[in-house]
C-alpha cells in the first residue's frame, strides 16, 4: 500500500467520488489526486448522498466531474477492490490519503495498514500493544470505529482477544462476509 504523508494544499481540495457495486453491497469511494481518502459501506443513493455532503462540508468543495488524478486514484481501487472480492488480490497498492485522521487513530490505523496481513486477525489489546498504549484497547476499538478506510486498512481484521468478532461500523454481516471471504472464518452453512 502505498502512504502519503502530505497535507492537503491550501484553497479548494480536488476529489472525486463514486459508487461501485460489491457483494458486501454498494460501496462508495472518495479520492484526491493524493490518494484513496474514504470507503463507505451501503452507499445507496442516500447514504451515498449524506457522505458525499459530509465530505464537501469538511474539504470545503464538492467532488469534481471533470477527469482528475482523483478519478484515476478511483479507477485503480474499484479494480483493487474487484480482485479482492473475486479472491484474486490479498493486498491493496493504491495511495491513501490519511488526511482524515490522525493522532493516535492514524497510528493504530497504520500499523494495522502495515502488518496484520489478509487472512489474519488481531485483538484491539494485542493492536494497542502494538502502538505503545497497553492500556487503549476500547481506544483501538474506537479508531477502528473510525476508520475512514475500510477493508483497503483492513478493520474487518480486528476482534476481541476472547474471540468474539466486536464490532464493525459496516455491520457484523459484512465483516463476518469478509473474514470468511479471507478463509478465516468457515463458510456459512445456509
Not at 40 to 53: C, I, L
Amino acid at each position: 500500500m502505498t502512504d502519503t504523508h502530505q497535507n492537503p494544499p491550501a484553497g479548494p481540495l480536488v476529489w472525486a467520488w463514486t459508487t461501485v457495486d460489491a457483494p458486501i453491497g454498494p460501496v462508495g469511494l472518495a479520492a484526491t489526486p493524493t490518494g484513496l481518502l474514504e470507503v463507505a459501506f451501503a452507499a445507496d443513493g442516500p447514504t451515498s448522498q449524506r457522505a458525499v455532503a459530509r465530505l464537501t462540508r469538511r474539504l470545503g468543495t464538492g467532488p469534481g466531474a471533470a477527469p482528475s488524478a482523483a478519478h484515476e486514484v478511483l479507477a485503480e481501487t474499484t479494480k483493487e477492490l474487484a480482485a479482492y472480492f473475486t479472491g484474486r488480490r490479498e493486498t491493496f497498492s493504491v495511495p491513501l490519503d490519511w488526511s482524515l485522521t490522525s493522532g493516535f487513530n492514524r497510528r493504530v490505523l497504520r500499523e494495522l495498514a502495515d502488518h496484520v496481513p489478509y487472512g489474519t486477525v488481531v485483538s484491539y489489546q494485542d493492536l494497542a500493544d502494538r502502538v505503545g498504549e497497553p492500556g487503549a484497547a476500547r481506544a483501538v476499538g474506537t479508531a477502528m470505529g473510525g476508520n475512514p478506510l475500510p477493508i483497503v486498512v483492513p478493520c474487518h481484521r480486528v476482534v476481541e482477544s476472547g474471540g468474539g468478532l466486536g464490532g464493525f461500523g459496516g455491520g457484523l454481516e459484512v465483516k463476518r462476509a469478509l473474514l470468511t471471504l479471507e478463509g478465516v472464518l468457515p463458510q456459512p452453512l445456509f
